[in-house]
């Protein structure tokens, strides 16, 4: 297939997974917001929203101050940047447009719809009503969307190519958010450690994580037990059944990048290979030891250098 | 202005071949057609059928692109009618195919003083580049548009008139395609009421006649579509098409050209291409050759097609054929190349190039249509009777400044067809363009599309000066 038309559907299933991850993530600040909490915790909780998109200078330009109003609006309905969910839901679309004789008619509908369907909400104010039920429906179809792939499309390069898209982006964005998760705790988390909070905000705390990856209920019945911060980062960076872990991630990638292989992409394949076998066969005991922000900054390094590999060999070839 | 020609309804009452959808019209509710023609448009929207205004924004915030105004009413066409269309239509396209051919290699027609030599090779649309090019099967232009109108007669009648032909890069086929699937959906009884010939095979058609004419000696073709990209106002029509013929659609920055040949960057390495479908204009084929800073197009393709190791279709340069001031000489190349008396007829052209010519269209711009010899899109014409003074004395100016730029027709009051405006139903004026296709054979499937000036008394009928479309049905009995 073309370079340009894999290009295309990488990006596609690059942005609607990133407007679906920003959707669960802002929805749990939000969710979380509505307990009571520390003015401090809350911002924190805000703060830390936009850390994990690189967007803390952009906003304080624009808002400066950091309130749940204003970081929400400016992830949701800002077009000025790149990052919010209507700026990624029409680099989803856009994407598809440029290639829609390349996917089925169903996934073009889809996702233009889903655009269309999303600036008329926006229009109507849904979103300064109920801003759950919007996050909800963005979630929603970036699910449909997924469904839709994987159950109209003909499973060759080009279905190959939207999948890479869709793992790759995902394992960057459960990174980003363990990260700043963990780092919001203590400057750097090395495992357990005393804490002078309540018990109870902890667990508020990771289950609000655990909730953001549809991961609460997975967590109860994979460990069937209490909550504690070293199982959940177990199951968000190891566990290869758990559908958004690096892990379950990097199996998307190598797997689906050795059904387009060529003749250069041995390298971007062997290191895309290499970080898989590092979750495969890493302890969550020994990436604590490292330190979990060292931990992740590596791994979203090495996620960084897959997708510019990808992107020299297959996408954008000179 | 004179009486039009109604599709439907004469003075004795409803046309034959509109009895039965008449009876049906009848029949409808008015709440259920104001339903389905929403319907029709949320699904036009939703399917993006859309085409690119530059520098507008709609209210869904998409920036620029707009839904053409789909109209429910068709266009029903008798079977005799059409049988007569195309056989005109095929012997037309056959002709222009060897003029053009003719153009650059002998240029007998000059030589007999059929076409004045000027208006050949002082032609803006002449390609020097060309003479001397050998294309597969002598074909130049393999998809054409022809623009066919039909005007009242005094004694009732109509008669259909060849106003235009396109034979660069028509388009608007595709949604002759997606007009018929949208009656379909609307309206499926109507198909049970009537016989209508299907189009639906046109992309299969339009494969078959681009792998007919790839370079001698290749046996599986390699064909692809090349688009301006997703900005251009047709790339609803080009994504189509590609993906109807299952072919890939490239843009210039896609191919490159090595050692003679043309390839596409692909996920598996360079890729040769055989048979282009482009869908861009030759000035921005091939920054060496044209214009040098053309990023739409293919450096170095040129070369490649003038060695035959790839066809073009259409091909470079027959927009010498379709020049608004070429069109006048139209029946007389039917007759110097096929022996045969032309099926189709021209509208009476006055060459404003011509002392004589000018003379009469100075005297009589009100009645007049004026159009600029090199126009598209309904820019840059006058329509005499519906211009104002001010309008028909500053166009004056323009013409007296450089008449050979312009051609005039007499006004011909198109025919009309009902259709669903503000107000309800209401008769509007309409065109059609049927789409040719030649390869091994000449094609088309039976209609085209209709498109229909919504404004009342409106003659213009492009959509980017407010016109819709109307599904075309041929009838088979």
């Given at each position: ?318 | ?94 002709a222009l195919?060897r003029f053009v051919h003719d153009v650059?290699?002998r240029q007998e027609i000059v030589r007999a003083g059929v076409v004045p030599q000027e208006q050949v090779l002082?032609n ?196 010498v054929a379709?020049?608004?001031s070429i069109y006048p000489y139209v029946p007389k190349m039917i007759e110097f190349y096929l022996a045969e008396?032309p099926?189709?007829?021209n509208?009476?052209?006055?060459l ?126």
């Amino acid at each position: 297939m073309l370079s340009r038309t894999a290009d295309h559907l990488f990006w596609m299933a690059r942005y609607m997974e990133r407007a679906e991850n920003t959707a669960r993530m802002l929805d749990i600040n939000y969710q979380t917001s509505l307990l009571p909490q520390s003015a401090d915790r809350a911002e924190q909780g805000w703060r830390g929203m936009l850390g994990i998109s690189e967007l803390t200078g952009a906003y304080q330009q624009r808002h400066g101050k950091i309130d749940a109003r204003h970081v929400m609006d400016f992830m949701v309905h800002d077009e000025t940047h790149a990052s919010s969910i209507v700026s990624c839901l029409r680099a989803a679309r856009e994407n598809a447009r440029a290639v829609r004789g390349s996917i089925t008619t169903e996934l073009w509908e889809t996702t233009n719809q889903t655009w269309l369907e999303f600036n008329r909400m926006l229009r109507q104010l849904n979103f300064e009503r109920d801003p759950s039920a919007v996050f909800e429906w963005v979630k929603f179809r970036s699910h449909l969307s997924r469904g839709v792939t994987v159950g109209t499309m003909l499973q060759d390069e080009s279905l190959h190519f939207i999948r890479i898209g869709t793992f790759l982006e995902r394992a960057d964005n459960t990174a980003r958010l363990l990260d700043v998760k963990f780092h919001a705790l203590a400057g750097d988390y090395f495992g357990r450690e005393q804490t002078n909070e309540a018990p109870e905000v902890d667990f508020y705390h990771w289950s609000a994580i655990l909730r953001s990856v549809s991961g609460f209920e997975i967590y109860r019945k994979v460990y069937r037990n209490v909550i504690v911060p070293e199982k959940v980062a177990e199951l968000l960076i190891l566990r290869p059944d758990m559908p958004r872990s690096l892990a379950s991630c990097m199996n998307g990638v190598v797997d689906n990048l050795r059904l387009v292989a060529n003749q250069q992409s041995a390298d971007t394949q062997r290191r895309a290979g290499r970080l898989r076998s590092d979750l495969e066969f890493g302890r969550i005991d020994e990436i604590l030891a490292t330190g979990m922000h060292a931990y992740l900054t590596h791994f979203l390094d090495r996620v960084n250098d897959i997708g510019a590999g990808i992107s020299r060999d297959f996408l954008v070839p000179a | 202005m004179k009486a039009s020609f109604d599709e439907m309804n004469s003075a004795s009452g409803v046309r034959p071949h509109y009895k039965v959808f008449r009876r049906w019209l009848d029949e409808q509710p008015v709440a259920s057609m104001r339903a389905r023609r929403d319907e029709a448009e949320l699904v036009f929207r939703r399917v993006g059928i859309t085409f690119a205004v530059y520098g507008t924004k709609d209210e869904d915030g998409a920036g620029t692109e707009r839904l053409i105004p789909f109209d429910v009413i068709p266009r029903i066409i008798p079977k005799h009618e059409w049988q007569q269309l195309e056989a005109g239509l095929r012997q037309r396209v056959h002709a222009l195919n060897r003029f053009v051919h003719d153009v650059y290699h002998r240029q007998e027609i000059v030589r007999a003083g059929v076409v004045p030599q000027e208006q050949v090779l002082k032609n803006a649309q002449f390609r020097p580049e060309m003479v001397g090019v050998d294309v597969p099967g002598g074909v130049y232009s393999h998809i054409a548009g022809i623009d066919i109108v039909r005007a009242a007669n005094p004694d009732g009648s109509g008669t259909y008139y060849v106003l235009e032909d396109n034979l660069r890069v028509p388009s608007g086929v595709s949604y002759m395609l997606e007009n018929r699937k949208m009656t379909m959906r609307l309206f499926p009884e109507l198909f049970t009421l009537h016989r209508v010939a299907p189009v639906a095979h046109y992309p299969d058609l339009l494969l078959e006649s681009l792998r007919a004419v790839a370079p001698a000696g290749v046996n599986e073709p390699s064909v692809v579509v090349l688009t301006p990209g997703m900005y251009n106002s047709a790339y609803f029509e080009h994504a189509f098409l590609a993906q109807q013929m299952g072919v890939e659609l490239v843009e210039g920055k896609d191919l490159f050209v090595k050692d003679g040949f043309v390839y596409m960057r692909t996920t598996q390495g360079p890729h040769r291409v055989d048979v282009i479908y482009r869908r861009v204009d030759d000035d921005f084929l091939d920054p060496q050759a044209f214009r040098p800073h053309s990023t739409l197009g293919c450096a170095g393709l040129l070369d490649v097609y003038r060695h035959g190791n790839i066809t073009l279709a259409n091909a470079i340069g027959t927009g010498v054929a379709d020049d608004k001031s070429i069109y006048p000489y139209v029946p007389k190349m039917i007759e110097f190349y096929l022996a045969e008396k032309p099926l189709l007829q021209n509208v009476p052209t006055y060459l404003c190039r011509d002392d004589k010519d000018l003379r009469y269209v100075l005297g009589h711009l009100p009645d007049l249509v004026v159009k600029e010899v090199h126009g598209a899109g309904g820019y840059g014409m006058l329509v005499g009777p519906a211009a104002t003074r001010v309008e028909v004395e500053a166009f004056r100016a323009q013409l007296v400044a450089n008449p050979a730029n312009y051609i005039a027709q007499p006004t011909l009051a198109l025919s009309t067809c009902p259709t669903y405006v503000e107000s309800g139903i209401a008769p509007r004026h309409i065109d059609l363009r049927p789409f040719v296709l030649s390869g091994k054979t000449v094609q088309m499937v039976p209609g085209g599309l209709t498109r229909v000036a919504l404004k009342e008394g409106s003659l213009v009928v492009n959509s980017s000066q407010g016109g819709g479309t109307k599904d075309t049905w041929v009838l088979e009995v």
